[in-house]
């Protein structure tokens, strides 16, 4: 266990780097900003010379591998960090130096306790790749195929789970203070951090992912995702299949081959609608540089560490609501967000519909370069506050991922308009699923499933209450509370003792130990 000292000292050496790139002013000014961070945020500034423009990016990216990675996750969220730094935290880029190659082949050859010559042809010494979590070198199997080997970055997992740690303590006593902070939910957001990251922390899980949508996505014509060597992948390491072709995001190079820019860009979309809507698996990382087009125009994509879920109820609701904004319906996307309690129902319907006009009317009929899905959904997290709307984690990694996915869309096709390439696939999924006929399906295999279980359910019944006869029931016997749950209830209430009596004493405590006095 962590002591909460250790905890605010890292905070406070955060703070400071965060100082140096102006990224605290932010945090002062904003008038929901709670006291003690406030304060906090005085005392990690003290001495420091900050630069008229905050570079937030910048200053996460010196912090380290797991501020790199909460601070792309922050990206997504205006409504937490303000519009200025989630525009900024985009920009940041998850590139590190790379580990010597002598440290990747140990790790390697500890990971499979075998020779890596007994795996492996060849293996480049240079890096193609150098991320904050893992770095990838091309290589040649000992059957004679090409592959990419991504190999975790030595010590990484400590690394993350003790910065983890003080991110979970912060977040706790953030929320703890109530108000518009208890509202954002940032245990939440640090939650779903902790569980992205976990999944990328370890290898056999993103190859698994990517077997997966492999599997959703093989009916798909011009995408596909390469092959996993299995025998060649463990936690550390993961092998697939090498692709030769052209980044997405090279788009001289993309025209020279002579491939349609503007078919790719509707048929990206359109891929990445067929993953959230239709099987509510999606690939949440589909940055331009992990994106590629083959020889025959085929789009492949690599890096399946962040992968996205979403249930069907909650398909069916993002569904409405897109079509719902492009047709001009916000009675109906209102009226979808109050049936998934994503507005308390003791606001009006009617003038949430008003609030949603007012941010879709804009956009209707537009090219992209003009206004844009991210403009849309800053206008969305705008009126977030004035219905009293929590924080809907399940969604904040598609928001991301549509974001990045109209970024590319828009590079390769100033003049795409989103709505127009979704419209119709949404609408033909909604008829499909949501129509009569699905309904009445869905309903003739409910009630199919629930008469199946009934012979299972007379037999708990009837072992929850045995005929009478045999021993006499016994009496209901009083609640005690024991020592250590009373003991360990005292200890819950520390988190605010700690707040009252620390906050004041933080700054010289800091001022000691960074040595600002005697």
């Keep these: 266990m962590t002591r909460p000292a250790t905890h605010i000292w890292r905070l406070l050496k955060w703070g400071r780097t965060l100082a140096r790139h102006g990224a605290l002013r932010g945090i002062?000014?904003?008038?929901?900003?709670?006291?003690?961070?406030?304060?906090?945020?005085?005392?990690?500034?003290?001495?420091?010379?900050?630069?008229?423009?905050?570079?937030?990016?910048?200053?996460?990216?010196?912090?380290?591998?797991?501020?790199?990675?909460?601070?792309?996750?922050?990206?997504?969220?205006?409504?937490?960090?303000?519009?200025?730094?989630?525009?900024?935290?985009?920009?940041?880029?998850?590139?590190?130096?790379?580990?010597?190659?002598?440290?990747?082949?140990?790790?390697?050859?500890?990971?499979?306790?075998?020779?890596?010559?007994?795996?492996?042809?060849?293996?480049?010494?240079?890096?193609?790749?150098?991320?904050?979590?893992?770095?990838?070198?091309?290589?040649?199997?000992?059957?004679?195929?090409?592959?990419?080997?991504?190999?975790?970055?030595p010590g990484i997992r400590e690394r993350f789970a003790r910065d983890i740690a003080t991110y979970e303590w912060a977040a706790a006593h953030l929320e703890a203070l109530g108000g518009e902070a208890s509202r954002l939910r940032p245990r939440l957001t640090i939650a779903n951090f902790k569980r992205w990251t976990a999944r990328e922390l370890d290898l056999r899980r993103e190859a698994a992912s990517a077997s997966e949508l492999a599997e959703f996505m093989a009916a798909t014509d011009g995408y596909r995702i390469p092959d996993i060597d299995w025998d060649r992948t463990n936690g550390r390491v993961m092998t697939i299949e090498w692709i030769d072709g052209i980044k997405i995001s090279d788009r001289d190079a993309l025209i020279a081959a002579g491939h349609d820019l503007p078919e790719l860009a509707r048929r990206l979309v359109l891929a990445f609608l067929g993953q959230a809507i239709s099987a509510g698996y999606f690939h949440a990382d589909m940055h331009q540089g992990n994106l590629f087009v083959q020889d025959d125009g085929t789009i492949v994509a690599i890096d399946f560490g962040i992968m996205g879920r979403i249930d069907r109820r909650a398909r069916a609701w993002l569904a409405e609501i897109l079509y719902g904004l492009t047709t001009g319906n916000y009675k109906r996307v209102a009226e979808i967000h109050f049936e998934a309690q994503y507005v308390p129902s003791y606001h009006s319907v009617d003038e949430f519909a008003t609030a949603l006009r007012a941010v879709g009317e804009p956009m209707r009929g537009k090219p992209v370069n003009e206004l844009s899905v991210g403009q849309m959904l800053d206008g969305l997290f705008a009126i977030t506050r004035d219905f009293d709307m929590q924080t809907q984690p399940h969604l904040l990694l598609l928001q991301k991922t549509m974001v990045m996915v109209e970024g590319i869309a828009t590079q390769l096709d100033p003049r795409i308009n989103m709505w127009d390439v979704s419209a119709p696939f949404v609408r033909n999924w909604i008829r499909d699923e949501l129509g009569p006929e699905a309904a009445l399906a869905d309903r003739l295999r409910e009630d199919t499933e629930t008469l199946l279980r009934i012979p299972d359910l007379v037999r708990r019944i009837e072992d929850r209450f045995p005929p009478k006869g045999g021993a006499p029931e016994a009496p209901p016997l009083p609640e005690i509370e024991l020592m250590w749950e009373r003991r360990e209830r005292r200890r819950r209430h520390w988190p605010g003792y700690l707040l009252s009596a620390l906050v004041g004493a933080v700054a010289a405590t800091g001022a000691v130990a960074l040595g600002w006095i005697g």
Excluded: W
Aim: charged share 25%; no cysteine; hydrophobic share 40%.
């Design 28 to 153: 002062e000014r904003d008038p929901n900003t709670p006291v003690p961070v406030k304060r906090l945020a005085r005392v990690a500034r003290f001495g420091t010379f900050q630069p008229s423009t905050p570079d937030y990016a910048a200053a996460f990216q010196d912090i380290g591998p797991a501020a790199i990675k909460l601070g792309q996750s922050l990206a997504t969220r205006p409504d937490l960090v303000g519009d200025e730094a989630a525009h900024n935290l985009l920009s940041l880029q998850d590139n590190l130096p790379p580990v010597p190659f002598a440290e990747i082949e140990r790790s390697v050859e500890a990971s499979f306790d075998q020779p890596v010559s007994e795996l492996f042809a060849e293996i480049d010494p240079e890096p193609v790749g150098s991320a904050s979590i893992a770095q990838v070198h091309h290589a040649v199997t000992t059957d004679n195929r090409k592959v990419a080997i991504k190999v975790l970055r």
